[in-house]
């Protein structure tokens, strides 16, 4: 019997980018025996509302990159594939004045349109501990220095945080999303980004709970080699540097291992 081909979609912000070759790695392993297909949408300081980035570069924002329209696409290419989505990195857009009704709502919009063809769709937690517990200097130290231009103060993170936590318990209720739980000692001490050392198994763990890990394996576990010292330089998304026009990127698909295609929005 043939088995069904596997889309993916990755939805993220730095600890996607640090972690996306152990991720691409992770999925091969628990999909060896599967034609594997991941659409990725990462760069460092994205948000899913505004259009923005780190270090000057802006990224287009989460819900208008073009990967939601490769997704549906793609289905409709190939319903008969297992189709799945992750949404990582929420809540940079709070720190750029974003309210929390808004970035929940933009949240939501893509989930329905990942559902709306028949994905099964996971949202990490939002690290709402270690951010409620980060010292006021410690607070103001990583804000100046990942969001120079930000003025949110601690106490209004804090509740927007705990805001978007919230509805995000409120879709997984209904049975719109996964909630995935997060672990404070994944997290470095800015509680924002994991720990390089930690991506793998954090990221391990969420792949797991979204795709389940009896139904991908098909047999017994095999170390899985990928050539991913290209994944940047090909299936980079489009950027522009400090206003300057966009470095774009057309989104070739990138074939890291037999029968395992990365494309980068």
Known sequence: MVERPVLV?????????????????HLRLRFRNRTLTVLVAYGPGRSYEIDGGSLG???????????????????KQDASSDAYALLTDIGND???????????GRVRSIVERFRGVGARVAVTS??????AKLSPGMFHFARRLIYPRSRATHDAVVS??????????????????????LRREWYSPDACHVCPSRGGEAFGEWIDALVGVGDAMGGGQAVVHLATEGLYLQCRPAYRLFGSSSRAHDARPFVVAPGVTVRGF
Not at 9 to 25: D, E
Not at 94 to 104: E, F, I, K, N, W
């Open 57 to 75: 570069i802006k990224f287009t924002s989460l819900s208008r990159c073009e990967l939601l329209g490769a997704f549906e696409q793609a289905r």
């Open 160 to 181: 927007s945080v705990q805001a978007v936590q919230d509805e995000l318990g409120e879709m997984a209720s209904r049975g719109e999303i996964e909630l995935l739980p």
């Open 94 to 104: 709070l720190m750029h004045g974003v309210r929390a009704p808004v970035l929940a």
């Open 126 to 131: 939002l690290p709402i501990e270690g951010i």
């Open 9 to 25: 979609a990755l939805l993220g912000s730095s600890n996607l980018t640090v972690a996306l070759p152990g991720v691409i790695r």
